[in-house]
């Protein structure tokens, strides 16, 4: 066989390499391959643990950027949101205030969407979206610290018609 007949068969621009798909693919088999050979608590601690460090660095930039140490709750929230436009869109639909708590639901189109679209073992609200809770939550308790006592994010549904998952953020004062 001659070298160059062979070369020229396998050859392909790198133009033609899509990267996002092959992330994709690993992202998949890594979140089914960590709950074959760990289980189910330890899939959900890392996927949360992968989103919360980049949530601690998020909350540190804003903090240092605006000069302060501590937000209100939907200033924190705004400010964060405003941050991440490039791998969020989100609306906020409703902010309920009670005395116990503030819950806000949301329309969010995030950046792991088209990817749990395209992989069909992925599913909204469930496993992979953990790094975005993660992600959140971290983000949320740093900037706004002793003025709530937890944040609990929650998938409410998945809204196929726009394109978003409905989600709510009960942020415990």
Known sequence: ????????????????????KGYEIIC???????????????????????????GEVIANRIKLNYGKD???????????????????????????????FIRVV???????RESIKRRGKL????????VNKGYFETALKKLIGNKMKRIDIRFLRNVPEKDVCLEELIFYL
């Open 28 to 54: 998949e088999a890594m979140v089914y391959k960590i709950l074959d050979i760990f289980g189910k608590n330890s899939l959900l601690s890392m996927l949360y643990q992968t989103g919360a460090g980049p």
């Open 106 to 112: 949301l329309q969010n189109h995030c950046f792991l």
């Open 123 to 130: 599913q909204f609200g469930k496993a992979f979206c953990r």
């Open 1 to 20: 066989m001659e070298l160059e007949k062979i070369n020229e068969r396998l050859k392909n621009e790198p133009s033609n390499i899509n990267p996002l």
């Open 70 to 100: 501590q937000f209100e709750i939907i200033e924190a929230l705004e400010i964060l949101i405003s941050e991440l436009k490039e791998f969020y869109s989100i609306q906020i639909q409703t902010i309920e205030e009670n005395p116990e």
